[in-house]
């Protein structure tokens, strides 16, 4: 069964003609949201509040970024059972989750929002090393393109996106959660054995650069991270320890550099 991404409802669209105000009966679409389980080993470990899309690549993303996979090998099984809204995770025999961390309901506005790297997981994140210089006017002309990239905003809005760029290989998504964004797109590139790309790759975002979008960022290994609005003080954090470039306030020929220049070219 397809996908359901929204309804349409009959609402009252405000104009205006002339001095008065007018009420008119229209037909507008809105983006749905649902609570999508993650069940992993027969126990629930969290629902996430989601666009109704990918949630294969949804879960296995969080998955990763959270710890608890280090690839697609470590998953025996996974499926999507629409009548549950549930994925449903087997994982190879040995990988365990740790039962420390309580089940969670995280929010489609980054609800869950922790500031620094879970330290008992911090040997899965390291510093993100690349040699590859990126040329400042490709990433802004790059903004540009992704910006007029999203499908689902024009047509209905209500979702965020997110763009992993390298020349070779693209993956666009989107979502009501820009932390579910990111966590697609890993799953995407888990699916596709095409993680080892992140290691040069840029990503781009539409949205506010959370700290949990930065933990993101660094378990994925992506060097660059360019926003079209504002990282928090807890993001440029991150991205000074862990070497990641980021970039904020990218609009048109203009934007900021808040961490690791070097690794641009003027």
Do not use: W
Not at 25 to 52: F, H, P, Q, R
Not at 113 to 135: A, G, M, R, W
Request: aromatic residues 8%.
């Amino acid at each position: 069964m397809e996908d359901i991404i929204y309804e349409e409802y009959e609402v009252l669209e405000i104009s205006k003609e002339e001095e008065s105000y007018k009420l008119n009966a229209v037909t507008k679409k809105v983006i749905t949201e649902i609570s999508l389980k993650i069940i992993v080993n027969e126990e629930e470990l969290v629902s996430l509040l989601c666009l109704n899309q990918r949630q294969e690549e949804l879960a296995l993303g969080f998955l990763y970024s959270e710890g608890v996979i280090n690839s697609f090998a470590d998953v025996e099984e996974i499926s999507y059972n629409e009548r549950m809204l549930a994925v449903i995770v087997t994982l190879k025999e040995g990988i365990l989750v740790n039962r420390q961390e309580s089940l969670r309901s995280i929010t489609s506005g980054c609800g869950k929002c922790f500031t620094y790297i879970n330290p008992l997981k911090q040997n899965q994140y390291s510093i993100v090393e690349t040699n590859t210089i990126y040329s400042v006017k490709t990433i802004l002309d790059m903004m540009k393109v992704f910006m007029k990239k999203s499908k689902i905003f024009k047509d209905i809005g209500g979702v965020h996106s997110v763009l992993f760029y390298t020349p070779d290989y693209q993956v666009l998504n989107e979502d009501i959660g820009r932390h579910n964004c990111f966590d697609k797109i890993t799953g995407i590139l888990l699916k596709d054995g095409q993680l080892d790309l992140a290691l040069n790759s840029v990503v781009y975002v539409s949205g506010r650069i959370s700290s949990e979008i930065m933990t993101k960022i660094v378990r994925l290994g992506t060097p660059v991270l360019v926003s079209r609005s504002t990282p928090t003080s807890a993001a440029v954090r991150l991205a000074k320890q862990y070497n990641v470039t980021l970039l904020g306030y990218v609009r048109g020929d203009r934007g900021f550099v808040y961490t690791c220049p070097e690794r641009l070219e003027i």
